[in-house]
């Protein structure tokens, strides 16, 4: 079967065990970033007046993106996408990797959020037009239509001491990092990303509010209105929780915002429980 547009030109698969390519769902990944405009749009973040990379710097992050998937630890292991030299063109070289995340300051990520949401608009527009629309998410056999559902979680990383921001993390005996994530359940996309030193707190308020910010400002604006927002207990936080009921400040009746969370039980709250029922 053979392909005629794009990247695609002359691709042809067969079965006979000749050209083929190692890491073949690489391919797969790196044209779908093609086809929905992700490499295009990470490029027009990227872009630097006057300046005409030789690797578009949108392809070389979503070459980037595209080894790590494939088990890549380090940045010199994009080499693993050489055996796909004869399927998408050559791979950017480690040092046009390394000058590519080295232009990537504050503007570059504010530009990059910008990007990811406005291709994440055009995919969830593609997934509601398919027969089995957007995947809702079901609770009890009952599909909870119209609401989109964010888990976000602190998860310690264990690292070597060289690593910039690595300490003792809030789990005992790990040392490293502690990034803090956003989830989209229904997708199972994540949407939202901060990497912390390992002694940050999994239930900072300040940043448990500013992931879900950044979580939610991924979201098409039509799923912004009715969100559950799922938080263990170590993320739990009085602060957070008031955040969530005053759906991050809008005050548009539209909006509604709900929030799922526990804790441990203890003594304490035993107590509590028993004072009510006197």
């Not at 004869?86 to 480690?94: I, K, M, N």
Request: one cysteine or more; a positive charge; aromatic letters at 6%.
């Amino acid at each position: 079967m053979r392909k005629s547009s794009g990247r695609l030109a002359g691709l042809a698969m067969s079965a006979d065990g000749k050209n083929q390519v190692g890491h073949p769902g690489g391919v797969h990944l790196q044209l779908l970033a093609d086809r929905v405009g992700l490499g295009a749009e990470l490029d027009h973040a990227m872009r630097q007046p006057g300046f005409h990379p030789r690797h578009p710097r949108g392809r070389v992050l979503t070459d980037l993106a595209c080894a790590i998937v494939l088990g890549a630890v380090a940045i010199s292991d994009i080499a693993v996408l050489e055996h796909q030299r004869e399927v998408l063109g050559p791979t950017a070289s480690v040092p046009t990797v390394w000058r590519t995340l080295d232009a990537v300051g504050e503007l570059q990520l504010k530009r990059i959020a910008l990007a990811r949401a406005k291709v994440r608009r055009r995919v969830w527009g593609l997934l509601a037009d398919r027969p089995k629309r957007f995947p809702w998410i079901t609770v009890d056999g009952k599909a909870l239509e119209g609401w989109t559902v964010i888990d976000p979680d602190a998860t310690p990383v264990a690292c070597a001491s060289e690593k910039e921001g690595c300490a003792g993390t809030y789990k005992k005996g790990v040392y490293g990092l502690c990034p803090i994530l956003a989830y989209c359940d229904n997708t199972g996309e994540l949407l939202a990303q901060q990497l912390r030193p390992g002694n940050a707190g999994a239930n900072d308020t300040h940043d448990n509010i500013a992931i879900l910010d950044a979580a939610v400002a991924q979201l098409p604006w039509q799923h912004r209105k009715k969100i559950l927002f799922r938080v263990d207990g170590a993320g739990f936080s009085t602060g957070l929780l008031a955040w969530i009921a005053a759906a991050g400040g809008r005050v548009h009746p539209s909006y509604r915002w709900e929030y799922s969370t526990g804790w441990t039980f203890t003594e304490r709250e035993m107590e509590a429980v028993l004072a009510l029922d006197q």
